[in-house]
Structure formats: C-alpha cells, structure tokens
C-alpha cells in the first residue's frame, strides 16, 4: 500500500492496521512524513514538521498499545500550544516563541494515541476566511492551487485535502473549520459552545470551539469523543452527551423537521447560484429520505451585524495581539502586523469597555432569538459558502483598504458566523461538486448541545450521496 493510499484511509482503519501488526505505526507515520516532503513545496499547508520527533514517538508505539488511535498521524494547527515547539499563530510579532506546555486538545490526542507530525498554517491571528498571511505565505487549495483552502484551518484543511494527513485538527471562531472544510471537500464540524475545554489558558470562549477536519462523519465523531470534555478550572462547559458521539452518528435521525434558507445574515453579500443550487438539491434529497423539509426565512438579518460581530471577534483578537507584545517584551507596533491586524487593533484600542460589553451583550441576545426561533427545527440547512473558493490574493490583508478586505471576507462566508454567536453546533458537509470539479457545500446547524442527532443525520445524507473517495488531482497524482 503506498504512502497516498494510506494517508487517505480513515484515521480509526489506519489505527486497526497497527493494532494488528499489519503495519507499524513508524511505517504511518513515515508514508505521511513521504506525502508532505512530497507535497508541501506546492500546497505550503505545514508551519513546521516535526519529523524526527515524530518518528520518535511512533517508534515506541507496539501492537499492543491499547490506545484507539495508537500510531496515527495527525496534525496541529499552529495556534495551540505544544510544548517546546513553535507557537506563531501566523504573526510576526510572535517571534519564534516556544511554550513549556501543551494545550488541552493536544494533550487529549497523544493520550489517543495519535502522532503529532507538525503543525500548520493560519493567517495572521487567524483573522481571516483565506490562509495567506505576511509571515507564511499563501496555503494553496489542492483542487486547484490558485485557489485558497480556507482559513483560518486553512493549512488543516490543504494537509488532509491532500493527503499528506489523514487528518488535522482546527478551532473555529466564525467558520474557521466550516469554511475550509467546504473549500477543500472535507467534514467540518463546529462543536457546542463549552464542548472542548480551552485549558490550561482560557476558561472559555464566547466564539471558538476546537474540532477536527476529516473526510468521514464517522472520523469527525469518533474525534469528538477523544476531544470533548471538561478539565478543572473551565468557567463554563457544555451538557455532557447522553451518549458517545460516535454511537450516536451510527443512530438512523428519525423523521425530522427541518428549515431550508438561503437568506443571508448579511444582506450586502451576493449568492453564487450554485452555491444556492447546491441547498436547494440537499434540501430535495432531504426531502427523499423522509424528513419533513420547508422553506423558512431566518429573522438573522440585521443592521450593522457585521460590526457588531467585530465588537466582539475584535478583543479575542486584540488579547492575542497583548499576549505576543508580552512575550516580545515591547507595545505591539505597525511593522509587527499586517494592515488589517493593525486595523483591528487600533480600532478596538478605541472601543471602551462599557460599549465593548454592550456589544457583548447585543449579540448574545441576537443569538438567543435566532435560537429561540429555531426551536421547532431540528436542523436548518443552508449553503455552506456564498462563493466558490476564491482566488489566491483576492482578500489581500497588507493591501490598501484593510477593513473592506475584512468585510468583504465575511461577504464569502456570511452563513457561518451565525452558529459562532448562538453556540450551536454546525456541521459544513461537501455534498456536491462544480463543474469545475471544486467542492460544493453545505451547512446544517442543530439545536442546542445537540451534536449527536446532528452527526446522524450527516451520516444519512454521508451514506445517500459519498464523498470520501473524491481525491485532488494533485493527491491522487
């Protein structure tokens, strides 16, 4: 079996092979090691590669190790810590900054077993839908590398795209698992608000949860078992599940109820038609297997939303920009950023706190009546992007007009945020494809700590029209 043939089997199959003696987890390891030396220097998915540590840790790794996913590969976005590895979070002002201990989701994957084979790219602070920072470069989509993958896992979603990984993880604070999960033809899940604890920093976070990206809704269940739960400490968390995710996505959904829209939260965006088309056909084939589908139009839509977001996405940003000016020792300056970092940063320097928190306070109560309207849904569906992928430099964030690029990169994304600001777990699912052959997605958001209904009904619509075996040019090749 060659190293692509490996790198694009399921991650619990490829742990199965090891547990056997079929293959040793050094041997995995080494063929995704072979597939990002292979590949990198076209799609420039990887921060850094940690080959010989990896090689290290899978070494030690027998048939024996009882762990579920014992000798798997998998990769780290490079905004979580690992420690006595690079933490840059995309940014210059960080330096070549090296934390002494390891995130949470990290800590939780060795303890699964997996094998962190390196970590990968990000725009700067993770800021944008697109992963072209000043630092990094630009990360190419590899369906078609004058596209982007996404962002801001944008360097998760091109390593599993490509078949360097068999997957990776992500974090998502407005679609950033959604949307290059979309972009590149894989599952992306956002889970519930509190679900993955942020430890050993944050005690949570209004906007970002962690997950994964995977070709399987299977894969992206099974990780969210090794990934969910609370650590002593978190402010807040969310309900625990009745149970196991992945005995849940197994669960056929029932009849359900289920809102189709292609409403835009934010009505200056325009539609791609085949990003509409894309909805309309999963909300037929929805209709098929049995669910109850109508048409709804969402009360989402929403003067100034995109700055009230702003208001809110703007200090998780800002205290990221803080930590790295205390880590360098010095104020942040302009020539530490990229123009639309330093945009943002200036701006929310100017927002004082009490309208900092009544922003807060708007747009929680605008995700509880999005909310509480969707109660009698058991999923909405919507496209999973307005546009296709865009073009590499199309939201530039060094050109002349920092604010219009962020703008208009909501304008590509303008149905993910949603679930960021209710809490609610949604999952971005590559139906379909374009002409083009590009991915075609769609969104479904579920109710509530809901997660487990939510992955089932994926499956469903996983099992009525596969995905998984759609490859790249460039990874099959």
Known sequence: MTAGE????????????????????????????????????????????????????AAAIGSADERPFAGVPIALKNN?????????????????????????????????????????????????????????????????????????????????????VPLAHGNDGGGSLRVPAACCGLVGLKPQRGRISLAPDAGEAFLVQDGVLTRTVRETALLL?????????????????????????????????????????????????????????????????GHEVEEVRPPWQRPGLLKLFTHAFGPAICCSIAAGGLLAGRAPQAQDMEPLSWELWQRTKRVDAVEAELARHALQAYGRSITSWALPYDALLTPALAQPPLPIGTLDPCGPDPLGTFERGGHFTPYTAVANVTGSPAISLPLYAREDGLPLAVQLLGRPAQEGPLLALAAQLEAALPWARRRPGLAAG
């Open 80 to 164: 979580r810590a690992i420690a006595g590895r690079r933490l840059t979070l995309g940014a210059d002002l960080m330096g070549d900054y090296t934390p002494g201990d390891d995130h949470n989701v990290a800590r939780r994957l060795r303890a699964a077993g997996f094998v962190i084979v390196g970590t990968t790219a990000l725009p700067e602070w993770g800021i944008q839908p697109v992963t072209e920072g000043r630092r990094q470069g630009p990360t190419r989509n590899p369906w078609d590398l004058a596209r982007t993958p996404g962002g801001s896992s944008g360097g998760s979603s091109a390593a599993v795209a490509a078949g360097m």
């Open 225 to 289: 078992d090794v990934l969910a739960g609370t650590v002593p400490g978190d402010a807040s968390w969310a309900p625990p599940p009745a149970e196991p995710f992945a005995r849940a996505a197994r669960r056929e959904p029932g009849t359900l109820r289920i809102g189709v829209t292609t409403l835009m939260p934010l009505h200056e965006a325009e539609l791609d038609p085949a990003c509409e088309r894309a909805a309309h056909d999963a909300a037929l084939l929805l209709a098929s297997l």
């Open 6 to 57: 490996l790198m694009f089997r399921p991650a619990d199959e490829l742990a199965g092979l090891v547990r056997r003696g079929e293959l040793s987890a050094l041997e995995l390891v080494d063929a995704a090691l072979e597939r990002i030396a292979a590949l990198e220097p076209q799609v420039n998915a990887f921060v850094d590669v940690h080959g010989d540590a990896a090689r290290e840790a």
